[in-house]
């Protein structure tokens, strides 16, 4: 898997736009950038991902830059329910299809300040 | 929403002893998960299964543990001989083919505590 980086911690008040940041230099052109999300102990949440063009869904918005080598996920309007551990995972390039393990990074810690 | 469910959502056992974790995958899924996460760790791969069998298992993924899919609907991962060190959230993941294959859905997780 790409090499991520992500700050450790972050916080945005409620109501604003978050803006989470991950580099990804390391990336090869068929990789794709996944995003998760984990609220306490909870199991992880699938959010968006991306190959190069930005995506959006009901859940987020996701930039990738041009060059591929970073991206920010992006919560519109952040509620207290959006606090958790964000992960930005680029996994292997897929190899055997539907069958690909993710791992699992330290991510962000996004706390939503009422 | 389908999701992915798991049972027990807590289990405590003695060291030695064998436990069986059980998940019901989302129902038109075909490739399954378990991952794992002690206390204040990463989320860490297990095992990943297919067509009813083993696709890839992590150094974690020893011959203590098995998977199992015993039916149309259940995913199981026993622990066959319990230690304390297997003491951690166990979460259990689906995936279905028509999708971009890391688009993977967890269940609520099982806290397995080892005494």
């Known amino acids: 898997d790409a090499k991520t980086t992500q700050p450790p911690s972050m916080d945005c008040a409620e109501g604003r736009a978050a803006n989470l940041p991950c580099n990804h230099s390391?990336?090869?052109?068929?990789?794709?950038v996944y995003w998760y999300r984990q609220i306490h102990s909870q199991g992880p949440q699938y959010i968006i991902h991306?190959?190069?063009n930005n995506e959006t869904n009901e859940m987020a918005s996701l930039i990738i830059t041009e060059d591929r080598k970073s991206s920010t996920l992006i919560l519109p309007h952040a509620t207290l329910r959006d606090t958790a551990v964000y992960y930005c995972i680029v996994p292997r390039s897929i190899s055997n299809f539907g069958n690909e393990k993710l791992t699992f990074g330290t991510g962000t810690r996004l706390t939503i300040i009422p | 929403e389908p999701e992915v469910t798991q049972t027990p959502s807590h289990q405590v056992t003695q060291m030695g002893q064998e436990v069986i974790l059980r998940c019901v995958p989302i129902s038109n899924h075909l490739y399954f998960y378990w991952y794992r996460q002690i206390l204040g760790q990463k989320v860490e791969f297990l095992v990943s299964f297919y067509n009813n069998e083993i696709s890839e298992k992590s150094e974690i993924f020893d011959d203590q543990f098995s998977v199992e899919r015993p039916d149309g609907s259940n995913f199981t991962l026993k622990i066959r001989s319990t230690k304390l060190e297997d003491s951690a959230m166990y979460f259990c993941a689906s995936s279905d083919r028509d999708t971009v294959s890391y688009e993977q859905y967890f269940g609520p997780g099982t806290r397995l505590t080892v005494t």
């Open positions: 390391t990336i090869s052109g068929n990789e794709y």
């Open positions: 991306g190959l190069k």
